[in-house]
């Protein structure tokens, strides 16, 4: 067994596509229209499908946002250079809310910034 696909609910899916394409490298996999139940789903990722876990943008057509609830936490992309990818991240408008710098009560470098749809994502230092 393995790990497939996480699915995030999107109010604009060329806008959330370029996020995760253009600001974290990730490659427009597949994308598909179902006219009949009015969605349109793209998957985004670093590697095909067949060997990676992806992330899977579902946009409603008749829907431009979501309440993100309680229960949704994060996803978490691994970096080299957290500190570099910020500063970059941040120069192109993205919302790094919490800045990088060590967990509470560990040394493991973090960050976090916020989608377009404002999910969280985590980024963790990794060398």
């Known amino acids: 067994m393995r790990l497939l696909h996480t ?3 999107v109010g604009d899916l060329d806008r ?9 490298g990730m490659k427009l996999l597949r994308r598909s229209d179902n006219e009949q139940y009015r969605y349109t789903l793209a998957f985004v990722g670093y590697g095909d499908e067949a060997d990676h876990t992806v992330l899977e943008l579902t946009y409603n057509w008749d829907v431009d946002s979501y309440e993100m609830g309680t229960a949704y936490g994060h996803i978490a992309i691994g970096v080299e250079d957290i500190y570099g990818l910020c500063a970059q991240l941040e120069q192109k408008g993205a ?9 509470k009560g560990g040394s493991t470098v973090i960050a976090f910034v916020r989608d377009p749809d404002g999910y969280a994502v985590e980024l963790i230092e990794r060398q």
């Not at 919302?95 to 967990?103: L, S, T, W």
């Open 7 to 9: 699915m995030l609910r």
């Open 95 to 103: 919302d790094v809310y919490r800045k990088p710098g060590p967990v």
């Open 16 to 24: 959330s596509i370029a996020f995760y394409t253009d600001l974290f």
